[in-house]
């Protein structure tokens, strides 16, 4: 006689797109067996074994597709720059609001200004929004502190709200965003500032996931983030770049031979970065939201990224500056209006290919036995309604390592 399988939560009542290997793999009529927060089983209700459980819930149709994955934002910050949105589209130049003390000086500004409380107030807020989307893993970096205090702070202030609130929070310490006003005649003493220093105290303190930086004209060069890599490489972590977003410096090339985790943005990659991209294996990470928010005109080149089977995400981007986004789905229409992504690349985009970008494709972005329970039922009639729909409702329900969400 065999035994009855247990379980912790059996799900029955809609349609599946699993996800695995970046397609929708649709599972019609299926069911979700969940035992300590993972898969068990998973597959169509009319084969499911009889499990043996005290919580059955039929979702009543829809589709569940894998927890959404936020993979690059910078949702910790002080303050907001709507003031300079209306300012530029009245005229004023970016140097002028830059010289009046705007631009990123006026997010450091604010966010070396607000408390860790006052930081985790307003960010729990953003989060939210992005977890009523359907969002359940967020990555958060830092970059508006620019001194070893304030960066530490913000890198709290993240580690609190993935402690606190029903979403998985992926920490990144982006200190080479920019150079800070005190550093501005000495921006290679800055760098030593993050390798030497606040670098060993976010290793030590375990406050980071991974270490990012901004290379480009107006931030810091190859041969300077080289140096924070081998730092972060040095400490154990894992690095992210933001890459050729507004020229070619060959970013990627870098990022990929530090096997970063993912290169973001790519607007200006050439076909050399995208093959050391593949071959190492880096996610691209596409931010349709700062493209359209500066009204930029140069496409990051997808067909390439096709050609060389470079995994593509998305990702809101969510900053104060130059995409404040609080939407990942539309994001997800976004990459497909925008850039020419179909609506399943895009799902791929914010599920399986979002958590390669993290370091965590062994355990989220597919629905898949032995994977993390994290899953998302929207009440609509096929996947590529997710990317159609601008302004949708919410999901119908959000399952986080098998329980339900409050939104």
Same mark, same amino acid.
Request: overall charge negative; charged content about 20%.
């Given at each position: 006689m065999?035994t009855?399988?247990?379980?912790?939560?059996?799900?029955?009542?809609?349609n599946?797109?699993?996800?695995?290997?970046?397609?929708?793999?649709?599972?019609?009529?299926?069911?979700?067996?969940?035992?300590?927060?993972?898969?068990?089983?998973?597959?169509?209700?009319?084969?499911?074994?009889?499990?043996?459980t005290?919580?059955?819930?039929?979702?009543?149709?829809?589709?569940?597709?894998?927890?959404?994955?936020?993979?690059?934002?910078?949702?910790?910050?002080?303050?907001?720059?709507?003031?300079?949105?209306?300012?530029?589209?009245?005229?004023?130049?970016?140097?002028?609001?830059?010289?009046?003390?705007?631009?990123?000086?006026?997010?450091?500004?604010?966010?070396?200004?607000?408390?860790?409380?006052?930081?985790?107030?307003?960010?729990?807020?953003?989060?939210?929004?992005?977890?009523?989307?359907?969002v359940?893993?967020?990555?958060?970096?830092?970059?508006?502190?620019?001194?070893?205090?304030?960066?530490?702070k913000?890198?709290?202030?993240?580690?609190?709200?993935?402690?606190?609130?029903?979403?998985?929070?992926?920490?990144?310490?982006?200190?080479?965003?920019?150079?800070?006003?005190?550093?501005?005649?000495?921006?290679?003493?800055?760098?030593?500032?993050?390798?030497?220093?606040?670098l060993?105290?976010v290793?030590?303190e375990?406050?980071?996931?991974?270490?990012?930086?901004?290379?480009?004209?107006?931030?810091?060069?190859?041969?300077?983030?080289?140096?924070?890599?081998?730092?972060?490489?040095?400490?154990?972590?894992?690095?992210?770049?933001?890459?050729?977003?507004?020229?070619?410096?060959g970013?990627?090339?870098?990022?990929?031979?530090?096997?970063?985790?993912?290169?973001?943005? /790519?607007? =200006?990659?050439?076909? #050399?970065?995208?093959?050391? !991209?593949?071959?190492?294996?880096?996610?691209? %990470?596409? +931010?349709?939201?700062?493209?359209?928010?500066?009204?930029?005109?140069?496409?990051?080149?997808?067909?390439?990224?096709?050609?060389?089977?470079v995994?593509?995400?998305?990702?809101?981007?969510?900053?104060?500056?130059?995409?404040p986004?609080?939407?990942?789905?539309?994001?997800?229409?976004?990459?497909?209006?925008?850039?020419?992504?179909?609506?399943?690349?895009?799902?791929?985009?914010?599920?399986?290919?979002?958590?390669?970008?993290?370091?965590?494709?062994?355990?989220?972005?597919?629905?898949?036995?032995?994977?993390?329970?994290?899953?998302?039922?929207?009440?609509?009639?096929?996947?590529?309604? /997710?990317? =159609?729909?601008l302004? #949708?409702?919410?999901?119908? !329900?959000?399952?986080?390592?098998?329980?339900? %969400?409050? +939104?």
């Amino acid at each position: 006689m065999s035994t009855q399988q247990i379980c912790d939560s059996l799900w029955v009542g809609f349609n599946c797109a699993t996800m695995v290997d970046g397609r929708y793999n649709s599972i019609i009529d299926a069911a979700i067996a969940v035992h300590h927060g993972k898969i068990i089983w998973i597959g169509e209700r009319q084969h499911c074994p009889d499990f043996d459980t005290e919580k059955r819930t039929d979702l009543g149709g829809g589709w569940v597709t894998p927890g959404l994955i936020d993979c690059h934002t910078h949702a910790v910050f002080g303050g907001n720059r709507s003031d300079e949105f209306e300012l530029r589209l009245n005229g004023a130049t970016y140097e002028e609001i830059a010289a009046a003390g705007g631009g990123i000086a006026s997010s450091v500004k604010a966010t070396r200004l607000a408390t860790e409380a006052e930081l985790f107030d307003s960010s729990a807020q953003r989060l939210r929004t992005l977890a009523g989307d359907g969002v359940t893993t967020v990555e958060i970096k830092s970059g508006y502190g620019l001194n070893l205090d304030d960066e530490l702070k913000m890198l709290r202030v993240a580690r609190q709200l993935g402690n606190q609130l029903p979403l998985t929070v992926k920490v990144t310490c982006l200190a080479a965003h920019t150079t800070p006003p005190e550093f501005m005649s000495d921006q290679q003493g800055y760098i030593d500032l993050i390798c030497k220093e606040i670098l060993p105290v976010v290793a030590a303190e375990k406050l980071a996931d991974a270490v990012d930086a901004f290379c480009e004209g107006i931030a810091f060069s190859t041969e300077q983030v080289e140096q924070v890599f081998a730092a972060a490489q040095q400490l154990g972590l894992p690095v992210k770049l933001h890459a050729e977003q507004l020229s070619s410096l060959g970013g990627s090339t870098l990022a990929a031979r530090y096997q970063a985790l993912s290169a973001d943005h /790519l607007e =200006y990659v050439t076909e #050399d970065d995208v093959k050391a !991209m593949a071959q190492a294996g880096t996610v691209a %990470v596409v +931010l349709p939201g700062a493209f359209y928010f500066l009204r930029e005109t140069k496409r990051p080149p997808i067909e390439l990224l096709r050609r060389h089977q470079v995994p593509i995400a998305v990702a809101t981007d969510l900053n104060p500056g130059t995409s404040p986004a609080l939407s990942l789905r539309l994001m997800m229409n976004m990459s497909c209006t925008l850039y020419g992504l179909t609506p399943e690349e895009a799902l791929a985009g914010v599920t399986c290919h979002a958590a390669a970008a993290l370091g965590m494709a062994d355990s989220h972005g597919s629905l898949a036995v032995g994977k993390t329970a994290d899953f998302v039922c929207f009440d609509v009639d096929r996947p590529a309604d /997710l990317s =159609y729909w601008l302004a #949708d409702k919410g999901p119908k !329900m959000v399952i986080r390592e098998g329980e339900e %969400v409050t +939104l």
